[in-house]
């Protein structure tokens, strides 16, 4: 019975422990500044990721040779880009995209220098949480389930030789 | 009274050739025979299965890049996939067991397929719902009347009506052999899962490995295989513990059966 539930614990143990090493690294990749946190803090020289909505009409410049500039709305906040890097194949307005760059604290305007894909890992989570644990509880219960009718077997003493009527 | 231990009870359940060595090789007991010497090794099974999940699971989560166009969403192919190639392999399995069934009436048999069954069933189930949560961001819906989303639930349905018939008829035999028919009239569904992509028109992706080659990225294929080989041998380990808990519990009911039968037996013969 201990070892069952020990064996039980170590697999969960393990998963959990898989679960906290997955957040940590999409945490690390994929984290944004929102638009208000950047604009507040001016004086920092680091690139940062921000996330936001293209506006409608604001989009200009030549794409597909990496060059445009508009304006990125998130929430109430709006901030100038200015993107000057790859070729944008997939920018349209009202899109949500994520840019990679630095805000320039004179023209108040951000300078983007890439892009990077959108955090949307909630559907991942769901998909994987979902199957995981749906197997582990069919695992979990079919497990048990033997070791219980073992020990009923066991128990209830059912088994026992067969007597042979005509033995006597 | 004496009782017999119980390793040696496990012994009889489990390890003990069957059927005896001085029972003559036919092909109606290779089969009976296989289930039995494979049920052994049903811990390797597991154990390999963990493995191979784990191993997925990490380069599935951490190691493999994410898609250009999709992002992140594409790790959910390394879930709906193998579960969708499981569920149709499950299925196979429950549609040949089911017809040698009929044939040579097993209930080794008859056992394995009802445990084939209801994991099929559970595998069809998730693949239908992890498919659901990867078209919601990639589509726009949670569901469209697509043909390979129909021809798979209807295999849950073929599933779901299999289940109840072992359930509600009350004679085993009867039971088994209903099913067994139905299971393999319902194998017409499987050539219309896999082929639905290519006969009709349709937002679902078309095969990813086929005779024509491999359509998805190199970095993507080793997750992939990982996850679906684990997926097939943890659906061997589910049918082999499910097997076995079908016919634990059909020896328990004979053995109270018998006890019964035999106090009524004692109460009332003079």
């Known amino acids: 019975m201990t070892g069952f539930y020990t064996r039980w614990a170590i697999m969960v143990g393990g998963l959990l422990l898989l679960a906290m090493m997955t ?19 001016p004086g920092r020289s680091e690139p940062v990721r921000i996330q936001g909505m293209v506006k409608s009409g604001t989009l200009s410049g030549e794409t597909d040779q990496g060059q445009a500039t508009f304006e990125l709305v998130d929430g109430p906040t709006s901030v100038a880009v200015v993107y000057a890097g790859p070729p944008l194949e997939n920018i349209r307005e009202l899109k949500t995209m994520v840019f990679i760059g630095q805000l320039d604290s004179n023209t108040k305007t951000f300078k983007a220098k890439d892009t990077a894909l959108i955090n949307n890992f909630g559907f991942v989570t769901a998909a994987y949480l979902l199957t995981v644990l749906s197997m582990s509880w069919a695992l979990f219960a079919m497990s048990q389930r033997v070791m219980v009718l073992f020990k009923e077997i066991k128990d209830e003493k059912l088994y026992e030789p067969e007597i042979d009527p005509l033995a006597k | 009274m004496r009782w017999a231990p119980v390793p040696l009870l496990i012994n009889y359940l489990t390890i003990e050739p069957f059927p005896p060595s001085n029972c003559p090789i ?43 166009y999709q992002g992140e969403l594409v790790r959910i192919m390394y879930v709906h996939v193998p579960l969708a190639h499981t569920s149709t392999l499950a299925y196979s399995v429950l549609f040949f067991g089911s017809i040698w069934y009929l044939w040579k009436r097993d209930p080794l048999v008859d056992n394995m397929c009802q445990a084939s069954a209801g994991i099929c069933a559970l595998f069809t189930a998730l693949a239908l719902v992890t498919g659901s949560i990867w078209a919601k961001p990639t589509w726009g819906a949670w569901w469209t009347w697509d043909p390979r989303l129909v021809s798979f639930s209807v295999l849950l349905l073929i599933l779901g009506g299999y289940l109840m018939l072992r359930k509600l008829v009350d004679d085993r035999e009867s039971g088994g052999r209903y099913a067994a028919i139905l299971a393999i009239v319902g194998g017409i569904d499987l050539p219309i899962i896999k082929f639905s992509v290519e006969w009709w028109r349709t937002l679902h992706q078309p095969m990813s490995f086929s005779t024509r080659g491999v359509a998805i990225s190199d970095d993507m294929v080793l997750p992939l295989t990982l996850m679906s080989i684990g997926a097939w041998l943890l659906f061997g380990y589910m049918v082999m513990v499910r097997t076995q808990i079908l016919y634990l519990t059909d020896l328990l009911q004979a053995k109270k059966g018998r006890l019964f039968s035999q106090t009524h037996f004692s109460q009332t013969s003079p």
């Open chain 2, 26 to 68: 036919t092909i109606g007991n290779m089969l009976n025979r296989f289930i039995r010497y494979i049920q052994r090794y049903k811990g390797w099974f597991g154990g390999a299965a963990a493995i191979c999940i784990f191993l997925g699971l990490y380069t599935g989560l951490l190691a493999s890049p994410p898609d250009y």
């Open chain 1, 23 to 41: 957040f940590q690294q999409y945490q690390h990749d994929l984290s944004t500044t929102s638009l208000a946190t950047l604009i507040n803090s």
